[in-house]
Structure formats: C-alpha cells, structure tokens
C-alpha cells in the first residue's frame, strides 16, 4: 500500500525504500495521481531518477519535473490540472 502524507493540497509519496526493497510502485502512484483531486501537487520522492514515471505524469496531462535533492535522493514535482 502507498503511504502517502497531506500537507494542505500536497500529496507527499515517498517510495525510496520501497524501491530499494525491490518493489515496483509506478502503478500505485500513477492509480493515486489519477483518482487525487484536481489541484493536487504530488512530491515524490525516489533514489534514482525516474524518466519514465515523470513521463506518465506529463502523458496525463501534467508538467512532471524532477530533481536530485542529494546523492540518492530524487524529487517529481506535478501538478493535477483540469
């Protein structure tokens, strides 16, 4: 299950350890993004780059920004339009 932490209309996601187990969240998130309000921001937080969910997000209308926090530490940006 995705845990997922609200802070006003942000959607904080933090799946590091999730991938680092070797667990496959993409679907999880893209299945949350997709049923979350319109207005939401989604911050999620991944240990490497994620070119292809960041290009999920933009194929649902979104504009999917990422960037590397620290060494290991990768952040999306996105914002559920209309």
Do not use: C, W
């Not at 070797?22 to 049923?35: A, C, F, K, S, W």
């Not at 290009?55 to 979104?62: D, E, K, V």
């Amino acid at each position: 299950m995705l845990d997922v932490k609200h802070e006003g209309n942000k959607a904080i996601i933090d799946v590091r350890a999730k991938i680092l187990a070797g667990e496959h969240p993409r679907g999880e998130i893209l299945d949350y993004v997709q049923t979350a309000q319109e207005g939401t921001i989604f911050e999620i937080h991944l240990p490497k780059r994620a070119e292809p969910l960041v290009n999920a997000l933009n194929s649902l209308g979104m504009n999917a920004t990422i960037d590397e926090v620290e060494l290991g530490h990768f952040r999306i940006l996105a914002v559920k339009l209309k």
